[in-house]
């Protein structure tokens, strides 16, 4: 059981480059999140997805979108990176929404110059 | 806007030392859950409680919660160098809530 996996683990882009952060869990869970953390600050949600062929915005979702693949996988694109969006990237996973635990993966950290 | 926040942003203590961190929120919630980040890492799960319960243990951690106050806290007894760390508080937003709202967190570091 890998958990949720995140692919890559370190990215730097150029400004106005494009790429798109892969997530998938093994855990049959059917939410599935996007987050950023930027330093010393919280999660902010970018997007979500609470079952298989749904997605809905999060807090921060512009420059941002994603696709849920099946229910395992939930990828996230950024079509032109922005400098701002140089963050960590967060995949998580719950069996469903809120009312349950959430699980993390190892993070991606991007950086855009 | 934050649903939840931590307080103190930072703490340090000696080991040993118990450690206590709050949280407070601004809307109903059907649960509250706290988590770990060692540094560079996701989060970790720590406690679920639901807002019909008052008090949790898992181990050397306690977590209460007061509805009216819209108020938690997550006590660590017998502090660890290990337990050096940053923890975050999330809230869902009561009925049928999809998603959790997460705080900026407390940065604890305990000192051998």
């Known amino acids: 059981n890998a958990g949720v996996t995140q692919t890559p683990k370190f990215q730097v882009l150029k400004t106005g480059q494009s790429m798109t952060l892969q997530c998938a869990q093994d855990?049959?869970?059917?939410?599935m999140y996007w987050y950023r953390q930027d330093p010393g600050m919280g999660l902010r949600l970018i997007y979500y997805s609470a079952s298989e062929g749904t997605t809905d915005k999060g807090e921060v979702p512009n420059g941002y979108n994603v696709s849920r693949l099946n229910k395992r996988e939930f990828s996230l694109r950024l079509e032109s990176a922005a400098p701002s969006q140089t963050s960590v990237y967060f995949c998580?996973?719950?069996?469903?929404?809120?009312?349950?635990?959430?699980?993390f993966g190892p993070g991606t950290r991007l950086t855009v110059l | 806007s934050q649903q939840g926040e931590e307080d103190p942003q930072a703490l340090s203590i000696q080991e040993g030392e118990n450690a206590t961190m709050n949280c407070s929120y601004k809307?109903?919630?059907?649960?509250l859950q706290w988590y770990r980040q060692n540094s560079g890492r996701g989060l970790v799960h720590l406690i679920l409680?639901?807002?019909?319960?008052r008090e949790k243990h898992s181990g050397r951690l306690r977590v209460t919660l007061d509805t009216s106050k819209k108020s938690s806290s997550l006590l660590i007894t017998a502090s660890r160098a290990a337990d050096t760390a940053s923890y975050f508080c999330?809230?869902?937003?009561?009925?049928?809530?999809?998603?959790?709202?997460f705080g900026q967190g407390t940065r604890l570091t305990i000192n051998p």
């Open positions: 809307t109903s919630i059907n649960n």
């Open positions: 998580a996973s719950s069996i469903q929404g809120a009312v349950d635990t959430q699980y």
């Open positions: 855990m049959n869970h059917n939410s």
């Open positions: 409680i639901r807002s019909n319960e």
């Open positions: 999330a809230t869902d937003a009561g009925q049928g809530a999809q998603k959790l709202v």
